[in-house]
Every structure is written in C-alpha cells, then in structure tokens.
C-alpha cells in the first residue's frame, strides 16, 4: 500500500513520482490518491494459546487506543481497527462443525455497536480495500512485541519500547520471501503480506504505542502479541463505555432468550433485564432482578490441571450449590461449563432436587456459530440470572460479571465464586462505572 499522505502534496512528491491532475502517484505500484488518502488501520494478533475471552479484553484496551489516537489526531488521519479474525483456539474443539478459523466478528458480535465506540472493519473488507488493485495486501509495518525478560533479574521495571534484533525464533512465523516481502499467512490468508517487520521489547500501557506509528510514512501497522501492552484505563469510564459497545450478534441473544423463555421462566420485562438497542442509550441503574434460576458457571478441563487448588470436586460443587438454593429460594439451576459429560451428569444427579439444565445447540447452530456462539449463549443466560457464581480466576466468568453490572444486577448477586478445594479465594468485583 502507497504512503498517500506523504505525496499527496505535489511540490514534496520526489521527481521520480508519476504526477496526474495535481496530485502524485506512489513510485512502485502507481495507485492514485483517493478518498483513502488520511486512512490508517491498525492490525492486531494475539498469543496462540491465549483464550477467547482475553482475546475479548484485549480488543478493549486496542479499541480504546485506536479511538485515543482519532481523537488526538484531529481528522487527520481516519483510524481504524481491523478485527483480526478468530479461528483455531485450542479450547475450540468440536470438529463435527468443519474448521473453526477466519471467522469473522459478525458472529459473534455487532459489528454497528463497535462502531458506535471506534471504526472497525473485519480481516476481510480490509483486504479488498486495501489491496486495491494489487493481489497481495501488504502491511506497511509490523511489530512482533516481545516482553522484558531482564525485568525480574534487574528489577528495572521502567516502562520500555525499543527495537532489538529478531531472534529467528521470533521470526518463524514470518518467513521473508526473496523480494523482501514477508508472508506470515496472516490468519491464513495468503493474500496479505508485510514489508517490514520489527522486533519491539515492550514494557507498558497501550498508549505507549503511538510512537511507534510514524503515520506519515506507514498507513497500516500491525502488533503482534498485542496482549504485552497493558490497558491504560481498566474500570473506568472509557474502559465501560468500549465494553458497552460489546454487544452480541442480535440472532444470539435470540437464542439465549428463547432457551431461557422455554426452560428457565425468564423474560425480560419482568426481570428487569431489558436494554435499550442502543448501548449509548444505557443509563446507570441497580435494578435487575434475574430469572428465577441460579447460573453456575463451572470451568473444568485446563482448570483442574493448571489451577487444581482453586476449583472445587463436582461433590462440594453441589453442596455449595444446594446450600446456595435453599438460601435464595429457588428451584431452577442453569449450568453453564466446559466439564465432561460424566461429570455434568454427577453435577445434575447430586443435585436432583432442583431442575438443573444446560444449553445443548442443535446441528445448526453450532454450524452457524462455532463453539464460540455456543460460549456466547452460555454466557447470555448466566448474564440474566437472579444470581450467578462463577469460578475463581476465569475470564469467562469475568465477562459475565461485566454483563451483569451493564444490566443494573446488585454486585452481591454477581461477584460470587465457588469455592476451591484448598479454600475460598479473595474474589475481585469490577463494578460498573457511568
Ligand atoms: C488460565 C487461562 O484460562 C483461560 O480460560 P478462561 O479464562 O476460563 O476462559 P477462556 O479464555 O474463554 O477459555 C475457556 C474456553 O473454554 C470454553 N468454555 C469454558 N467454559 C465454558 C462454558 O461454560 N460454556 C461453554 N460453551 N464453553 C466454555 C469456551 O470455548 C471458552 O472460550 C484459558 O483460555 C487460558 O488458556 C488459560 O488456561
């Protein structure tokens, strides 16, 4: 992709740019200056095995940068954020669907609610206005970020953002060709590309960036490992507003509801779960009441390996359970988990003097959706309870929390965890701020 800013002025366009009707064209691929002439995406991935769920959070603290530098930049330049498309995460394992990569975010999310927050656009729209009427679509400029290993050994814990030299390990993944280009297979796609790519030790919030953009020169910068830089405005206001801005694709609430309509006694108006369609519309409010059922959501798989001490055995899951129920009063249990089937069915015998159940997808759904819809209306009907309990540590039982407080629920109805078997852990509870 030309730099259209830098010649857009005729008279410091070099003598070798080709010149038409007053305006310059790029030296290699003789594109014309058009309506493209301030745009500047940034791009984004995130560490393979990372989750969906942080990858979610990780899109918030990029969507706030991106709609800092708009607003900073002063039209200037248009900023805009490219989605980096979700495929291939190791706890997508259903392969009864086929291939679960280059999805798009319009299945998961609403695409018109981001863009009410910042500019975005999917993988696949970039590329074609990229590319232009080239075949490849070359980033101008990517930065693989790297943490400070010296960090711990100095006790330097400065903030930092300084070139080194890639390691070829760094580079493996971005293999250059013989004319200099390097092909990543960015997500897959063989058709994008990079002309350069940088190694960036990188110690610090997201803002820290910028002055890696050199918007003059680059019109699209992609980071890699976007998950090192830290979020410069966790829990506030803006970090609420850009969360806000999450909304689902509408057909997954639709789903949600229904299921929840059917099975759980739930509706909306009478539980106080109703938002207005536009999420700049939302208003403060602690009013939620919940369907009447309790929601668990029970992390399994990984988490008995990695976090053994902080989940409990699905026995003392059911006894926290049931003490929990007979204290609120209520008959109905929705589960929503990643656990074996065995151990549900343990779960849902235990506790068989309530009316325990889970969302099972039709063929149809996790065709259209993938396993990360199915996650989504897990996460919607947990999100609508008159009380949830999550597991200690999970971002996915975060992000319900998060939903809980944009939907007005008192905190002590969300911020609630089952207990480990080593024992109860300090719980963290990010309230809502307007
Ligand atoms: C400690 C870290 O924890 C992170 O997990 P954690 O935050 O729970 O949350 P996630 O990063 O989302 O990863 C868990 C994934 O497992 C599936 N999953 C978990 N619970 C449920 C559920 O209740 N319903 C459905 N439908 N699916 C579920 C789903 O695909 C989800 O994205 C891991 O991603 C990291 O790799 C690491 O292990």
């Known amino acids: 992709m030309p730099v259209y800013l830098t010649y ?56 706030i940068f991106v709609r800092n530098l708009s607003e900073k930049s002063k039209k200037r330049y248009q900023w805009h954020l490219v989605l980096p498309p979700w495929g ?22 609403d695409l018109e609610s981001l863009k009410k927050y910042v500019p975005v656009i999917e993988m696949h729209e970039f590329i074609k206005e990229y590319s232009q009427n080239s075949k490849t679509s070359a980033i101008d400029r990517v930065y ?23 390691t070829p390990d760094a580079l493996r993944k971005y293999q250059a060709s013989s004319s200099g280009n390097y092909g990543a297979k960015f997500w897959g796609y063989s058709n994008v590309t990079a002309n350069e790519v940088k190694c960036l030790v990188y110690h610090g919030t997201m803002s820290g960036l910028e002055e890696n953009l050199y918007p003059d020169i ?21 970090f609420w507003a850009a969360r806000r801005s999450m909304r689902y694709n509408s057909a997954l609430y639709e789903i949600a509801n ?6 759980l006694k739930s509706n909306d108006s009478r539980d106080k779960t109703e938002l207005p369609m536009d999420w700049t519309k939302e208003k403060s409010k602690r009013n939620a009441l919940g ?13 008995l390996i990695g976090r053994a001490g902080s989940v409990p055995t699905i026995k003392n899951a059911a006894s926290q359970l049931s003490i929990k129920m007979e204290e609120l009063n209520l008959q109905s249990i929705f589960i929503a988990t990643d656990a074996e089937n065995n151990e549900y069915n343990e779960l849902k015998s235990l506790l068989n003097m309530y009316a325990v159940t889970r969302y099972t997808p039709s063929d149809s759904v996790k065709k259209l959706y993938k396993d990360g819809g199915v996650a989504i209306i897990d996460q919607i009907i947990c999100s609508k309870a008159r009380y949830f309990i999550g597991t200690h540590e999970s971002t996915f039982t975060f992000r319900i929390q998060e939903d809980r407080e944009i939907m007005g629920f008192p905190s002590k109805m969300t911020f609630n965890e ?5 024992k109860c852990k300090s719980r963290s509870s990010w309230k809502i701020l307007w």
């Open 418 to 422: 089952l207990c480990g078997i080593e």
């Open 258 to 263: 229904d299921f929840s309509q059917k099975y």
């Open 8 to 63: 857009k002025n005729v008279a410091q366009a070099p003598e070798y740019c080709g010149k038409k009707n007053g305006y310059a064209l790029d030296d290699k691929n003789c594109f014309w200056h058009t309506e493209f002439t301030s745009k500047r995406y940034i791009l984004y991935d995130v560490n393979p095995p990372e989750g969906f769920n942080l990858r979610r959070d990780v899109y918030l603290r990029t969507s």
């Open 218 to 238: 680059y019109s699209s910068v992609m980071f890699d490992h976007m998950e090192i830089p830290l979020h410069d405005s966790y829990g506030t206001k803006e």
């Open 291 to 303: 369907g009447p059922y309790l929601c668990v959501h029970l992390r399994r798989r990984d988490f």
């Open 88 to 109: 291939n995460l190791y706890h997508w394992r259903s392969t009864d669907i086929g291939p679960q990569k280059q999805i798009p975010w319009s299945t998961f999310f």
């Open 144 to 166: 693989i970020l790297q943490n400070d290993e010296k960090m711990f050994e100095t006790g330097n814990f400065d903030d930092k953002n300084q070139l080194v030299n890639c």
